[in-house]
């Protein structure tokens, strides 16, 4: 049994979502709804009370349990937060963050699995502040089903009707499942570049912006697992309930991966190690001169190499940054560090990889199969790449 947050605004198909509030629960599940202000001219709190047994909330600063702030405990409590109708306004909101009524707030403060299930007039659907909402919320993992065609309210025609129930209660419930997809799995994850010491200020390191990394912790997490992210130095910030273990070079990633890798089920390797780390670093500044230096470089071990073979039971997954997409270098690359499959990803195209938010992905398992992502955000390949794993 779950609990599922119904949010609905202030659409005329508000009644509908009456219905759907008592098929949620026949599929088992704990239902409190929350009206946007709009949606209360359409539906009263005290119908869905009635029907959910629950309270149902409108105003930001309800408290249903005295002293404690409803908008947290009701967002931490949600395994799943569905909205539906979901309005134009209340869909731009979401997606640009604003937090000005009890629904949104729910929304920003919760890290539950969110499905949205828009209704409005076919020009607003169709409005292209509407729609980069709609597309940036997919970015960031948000299901959308989508309007069906035909007459809606005002009497125009077109895409905007809200899905049948039926379609709205299945996409929800086959979303609840995948979110506890990776339940009682941790996942340890290496992420961002390495800084190997010249000296006391310098370093040597790559453009790896840790954002595929991040992504695949958060993704990860939003299909249930417990994530251990270690990772070098990046700007990013963490995701909600990941554990982070902040790393500087290789061979401290290398200690920590060890070290977490005991409790780990999977293992997958995103950080792009630098290859060499300097013998002798200085630990003093080194002065400038018009000589030349030379600086001997040694060979960094090869992390997800290491753990693959200290941890042959466990599903070890490789990456390949490779300058081309060329699956028959990546397949060797696996069999070399005997990993259970290899992410091949192609560096030559800027519009994907290093620093981008979308990548593209060919996934290789052992077993010589291969899988093709197409173009997604990193969250969406990651989400993708998941699911692949955990059925293979
Ligand atoms: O050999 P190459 O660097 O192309 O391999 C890439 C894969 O190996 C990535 O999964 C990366 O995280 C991992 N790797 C590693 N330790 C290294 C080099 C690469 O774990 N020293």
């Known amino acids: 049994m779950s609990n599922i947050v119904l949010g609905v605004s202030g659409s005329v198909a508000a009644y509908r979502a009456c219905d759907l509030a008592r098929d949620f629960m026949r599929a088992g599940h704990t239902v409190r709804v929350c009206l ?3 949606a209360s001219n359409f539906v009263q709190p005290a119908l869905f009370e009635a029907l959910t047994g629950q309270p149902c909330l409108t105003d930001t600063f309800e408290e249903p349990v005295a002293g404690r702030m409803a908008h947290i405990d009701w967002a931490r409590a949600a395994d799943l937060i569905v909205v539906a109708p979901a309005t134009a306004n209340t869909i731009n909101k979401i997606a640009n963050g604003v937090g ?31 729609q980069a909402s709609l597309k940036k919320l997919s970015n960031r993992g948000v ?13 125009e025609n077109g895409q905007g009707k809200l899905a049948n129930n039926a379609h709205i209660l299945r996409e929800s419930l086959e979303f609840l499942s995948q979110s ?47 994530v251990i992210l270690v990772s070098g130095p990046t700007d990013l910030l963490t995701p909600p309930d990941i554990q982070l273990v902040p790393v500087v070079t290789a061979t401290q990633m290398l200690i920590e991966a060890q070290k977490h890798a005991v409790k780990a089920d999977w293992i997958i390797g995103l950080a792009a190690v630098a290859d060499y780390s300097v013998a002798q670093p200085s630990n003093t500044k080194l002065r400038r001169s018009s000589e030349d230096i030379q600086i001997t470089l040694t060979p960094n071990p090869d992390i997800i190499g290491t753990l693959a073979k200290e941890f042959p039971d466990k599903k070890v997954i490789a990456f390949a940054a490779e300058p081309s997409a060329d699956t028959e270098y990546a397949a060797e690359k696996m069999r070399r560090k005997s990993v259970s499959a290899i992410t091949l990803n192609d560096i030559s195209r800027s519009d994907i990889g290093f620093g981008s938010d979308e990548n593209e992905l060919t996934l290789i398992t052992a077993d010589g199969k291969t899988y093709e992502s197409g173009k997604q955000s990193k969250l969406a390949c990651s989400l993708w790449l998941l699911k692949i794993l955990a059925e293979t």
């Open 36 to 38: 946007t202000d709009a």
């Open 100 to 130: 000005d009524d009890m629904l949104t707030t729910i929304l920003l403060a919760s890290t539950a699995p969110i499905l949205i299930a828009p209704a409005m007039n076919p020009s607003m659907y169709n409005h292209p502040e509407t």
């Open 143 to 155: 299901q959308i089903v989508e309007p069906t065609e035909g007459e809606v309210a005002c009497g």
């Open 180 to 226: 506890k997809l990776l339940e009682g799995k941790t996942i340890l994850i290496t992420s961002g570049p390495t800084q190997e010491p010249i000296d006391t200020v310098r370093y040597i390191s790559n453009r790896s912006s840790g954002k595929m990394g991040f992504a695949m912790a958060r993704a990860a997490r939003l299909l249930g697992a417990q």
